[in-house]
């Protein structure tokens, strides 16, 4: 079975550090990653994937995550964080084509001027 | 290209009631799946059709159901409404299994 754990309830970082997200997932065979980020009383925005090929993917407003297959962990970063990113943040997992996407549980990322 | 849209956006039935919310995925997605948004529970899928069929189902009793039509765009019907049912229901299509899901704004129901 899938599974994906955001050990983090709660990030907070100050203004122009930089951030870090954590996602670790469990799946059989190679995965398909994603990171989405949910604003207050909105749906979830995509912000990068993860399929195949460079283990460092670059996505959406300045994000990156780095997938590290024998740490089966796909961590989301920033180099410099903006109070703007402050917001509810997703990992995802789908393990082929067929299967369902499976979501952590969230992170909340909170960005202090 | 317009983006998933749900409606409708609010919702408030009273329990045993019965409710449809309506999902038009972005225009070629074939993709379409069904969450439910709780604080407490987070994002739990519900299920996904792909091409009228559906492909996956989560772990929801049958008072959950849904159907997709030819033109992509998906339904789904809550029956016997229960205070719990209360939550934020996500829409999300997507062109395949290998593409990000692309969501709606959400319909929010309440359950009095």
């Known amino acids: 079975a899938q599974s994906v754990a955001q050990p983090e309830d709660q990030v907070n970082v100050a203004e122009g550090n930089p951030l870090t997200v954590k996602c670790t997932y469990s799946v059989s065979g190679n995965p398909y990653l994603f990171w989405y980020v949910q604003y207050p009383n909105r749906g979830l925005q995509f912000l990068l994937k993860y399929i195949t090929g460079d283990n460092l993917v670059k996505g959406s407003y300045g994000f990156e995550a780095e997938f590290n297959k024998s740490q089966t962990s796909f961590h989301l970063k920033k180099p410099s964080a903006l109070v703007s990113d402050s917001a509810l943040y997703f990992c995802?997992?789908?393990?082929?084509?067929?299967?369902?996407?499976?979501f952590g549980p969230g992170t909340r990322l909170s960005v202090l001027p | 290209k317009a983006g998933v849209t749900q409606t409708p956006r609010y919702l408030i039935k009273t329990r045993g009631q019965q409710v449809t919310l309506s999902c038009s995925p972005i225009?070629?997605?074939?993709?379409v799946s069904w969450y439910q948004q709780t604080p407490g529970q987070g994002l739990q899928f519900l299920f996904e059709y792909f091409s009228e069929t559906q492909r996956n189902k989560g772990n929801f009793p049958g008072r959950f159901s849904g159907r997709q039509f030819s033109n992509s765009r998906s339904e789904m019907n809550v029956s016997t409404l229960e205070l719990g049912d209360s939550a934020l229901y996500l829409c999300?299509?997507?062109?395949?299994?290998?593409?990000?899901?692309?969501f709606g704004p959400g319909t929010r129901l309440t359950v009095l």
């Open positions: 999300a299509s997507s062109f395949s299994g290998v593409n990000e899901q692309f």
């Open positions: 225009s070629g997605h074939r993709s």
């Open positions: 995802a997992v789908r393990a082929r084509y067929g299967q369902n996407f499976v």
